[in-house]
């Protein structure tokens, strides 16, 4: 397989994948699901989806079904997960990846493209660069 990302003929597309891979930076695609790290995490138990079925979502793109999950809120970020990954996944940063995700969605009510040029011209320049710092990576 020369493509790392396809795990199969049909390659995964969406707008929520890929601001999940522009804010983590992690490949996902090469979970081969071991299992490692579910099984060593130690807030398992209380999750809804444990770690490598998150990864697995991922890598077939349903990413609202996670958003929706109470997994990447039970994480405690203690990335366990991520140095017993055999394959360099970097799971917390998956789900710090969700969790921004969620928090973006609920506070990004302004899309600053979307703003008239003129308005845009007479609006306090804090005013965009707050909303860059909040919308752009
Ligand atoms: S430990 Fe790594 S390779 Fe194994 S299931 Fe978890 S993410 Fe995938
Ligand atoms: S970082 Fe989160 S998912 Fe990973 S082992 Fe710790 S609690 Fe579990």
Not at 106 to 132: T, V
Request: glycine share 4%; net charge positive.
């Amino acid at each position: 397989m020369t493509n790392n990302r396809a795990i199969s003929s049909r390659k995964i597309e969406s707008e929520a994948l890929k601001q999940l891979e522009d804010i983590s930076g992690v490949n996902v695609y090469a979970c081969y699901q071991c299992g490692n790290c579910s099984s060593a995490c130690p807030a398992v138990e209380f999750m809804d989806i444990p770690p490598h079925q998150v990864i697995r979502k991922v890598q077939l793109g349903f990413i609202d079904e996670l958003i929706e999950s109470e997994t990447p809120w039970i994480c405690a970020a203690c990335i366990t997960c991520t140095v017993k990954c055999p394959r360099g996944v970097d799971i917390a940063k998956v789900m710090e990846g969700l969790r921004q995700i969620v928090l973006r969605r609920d506070f990004e009510h302004i899309n600053i493209r979307e703003i008239d040029k003129k308005l845009r011209e007479k609006l306090p320049q804090i005013a965009l660069i707050g909303n860059f710092r909040k919308t752009i990576l």
